[in-house]
């Protein structure tokens, strides 16, 4: 139903989220070649940078930025993380479609005009997708095919598209939809695909890094992983809850058998059963630990300030910094 206001505008809105954590070495050239490309648009655009906590001269870099119109920088009290950032991006757009990109330059400002093609036409998600991956490592393949692999087991009727980056067009309908979602973990891949709509993915070369270094180290995206899991389902507990019921059938069966014999020794059976409840309690804890994250409602980042004008006041304020409140 929202589609159709693309439709029926006839200069609908884009707004271009780009999520920044110390890109000061490449930014200015990411700047220039998104603006460039945003100027043969066909329709009207805003850019939303969001400043995630950094430490270096991305900040200032940002501020100048802000002096053109339709460019605006929202200023996080500290680093929140992408997913947060990218959360901070969807309140505070208010252009009819989002479009993610990253600000290192992996992503081609060039490919926007092919992604608003796609919207217009009646796609309502437009994810892009790694054509190969022969820029990462091989641990980093593996890790990635393992890991698609993984979601798409656990995620109960839908898929999660692999090498799918960040990069994408999320149009007014799943926008609207992902904006009345009341969760408070994000993890946007899951999510986005959890969400349906008319998608389709289109191939593209990711160019390797520009400048500066990439935020994810090894650590990270097992964090990341793990909180994919716990965001999309809940298949984990409902197999230990199985295994633990055979677990038990088959070692009472053992133990009886042995004890027909008269050669009664459960040692080995119980250190096995008690590393077994280990793992199990250990699971439960990290979904408790997520629902924990849920029940305490506490906002997903926090605004500093905000640069630059804006377009109009969104709908869906977050919670704001009482300066930015004065300034506006
Ligand atoms: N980023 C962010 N906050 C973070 C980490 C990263 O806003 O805590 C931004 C970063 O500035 C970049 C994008 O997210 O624009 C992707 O980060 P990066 O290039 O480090 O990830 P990779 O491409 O290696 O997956
Ligand atoms: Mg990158």
Redesign the pocket.
Known sequence: MNRSRAERSPRPMLSVIVCCYNEAKVLPFFHKRLMAVLKTLSIRYEVVYVNDGSRDETLALLDGYCQTPGVRCLNLSRNFGKEAAMVAGIDYAVGDALLFI???L??PPELIPLMVHHWLTGSDIVNMQRRSRLSDTSSKRISAHLYYKLMNFLADKFDVPADVSDFRLIGPAPLAALRGMPERTRFMKGLISWLGFNTIELPYDREP?SAGL???GPLALIDLGIEGVLALSRKPLRWFSLLSLMIFIATMVLIIQQMSVNTANAHHVIMGIAAFITVGIAMIGEYLGATLSEVRQRPIYLLDNLLGEAPERPEHPCPIHPREQENH
């Open positions: 990253d600000a290192d992996q992503d890094r990439s935020k994810w």
